[in-house]
């Protein structure tokens, strides 16, 4: 499906607060079971959204408004996406806006170890 916006920003200050399911269900028609509690669900969600979003848009830009998250779980899951799509994909189509240089260490340094388990996985035994 070829995008039809060229890119979309996602706050993610929305992950927190309490009417995400309301946003979420709202915006992306996204029915969000009210046992999510976790921040490792919570970025699963959003790497969800991220999916979703990619089928229209080509540029996911997740805004973290200077806001410190510093949470591996969610970062892990961001990770995932390298999982399921190609590396130069991923680079191209999600951005960071305003994020902590910590946090943004931080996903790099969990990509890296996914990328390099993937790149294990696929080796001749």
């Given at each position: 499906m070829t995008p039809v916006f060229s890119s979309t920003r996602?706050?993610?200050?929305?992950?927190?607060?309490?009417?995400?399911r309301e946003a979420l269900s709202e915006?992306?028609?996204?029915?969000?079971?009210s046992t999510v509690q976790s921040t490792r669900d919570i970025g699963g969600i959003l790497r969800t959204v991220i999916e979703m979003v990619w089928q229209g848009v080509e540029v996911v830009?997740?805004?973290?408004?200077?806001?410190?998250?510093?949470?591996?779980?969610i970062f892990d899951e961001l990770a995932k996406l390298f999982d399921t799509h190609p590396k130069e994909e991923v680079k191209r189509r999600l951005k960071f806006v305003n994020i902590d240089v910590w946090d943004q260490n931080l996903f790099l340094?969990?990509?890296?170890?996914?990328?390099?388990?993937?790149?294990?996985?696929?080796?001749?035994?």
């Amino acid at each position: 499906m070829t995008p039809v916006f060229s890119s979309t920003r996602i706050s993610v200050r929305v992950f927190f607060e309490k009417n995400l399911r309301e946003a979420l269900s709202e915006a992306y028609r996204i029915e969000i079971p009210s046992t999510v509690q976790s921040t490792r669900d919570i970025g699963g969600i959003l790497r969800t959204v991220i999916e979703m979003v990619w089928q229209g848009v080509e540029v996911v830009e997740l805004d973290f408004q200077n806001e410190p998250v510093a949470s591996g779980s969610i970062f892990d899951e961001l990770a995932k996406l390298f999982d399921t799509h190609p590396k130069e994909e991923v680079k191209r189509r999600l951005k960071f806006v305003n994020i902590d240089v910590w946090d943004q260490n931080l996903f790099l340094h969990l990509a890296k170890m996914r990328l390099e388990d993937l790149k294990k996985a696929l080796q001749p035994a």
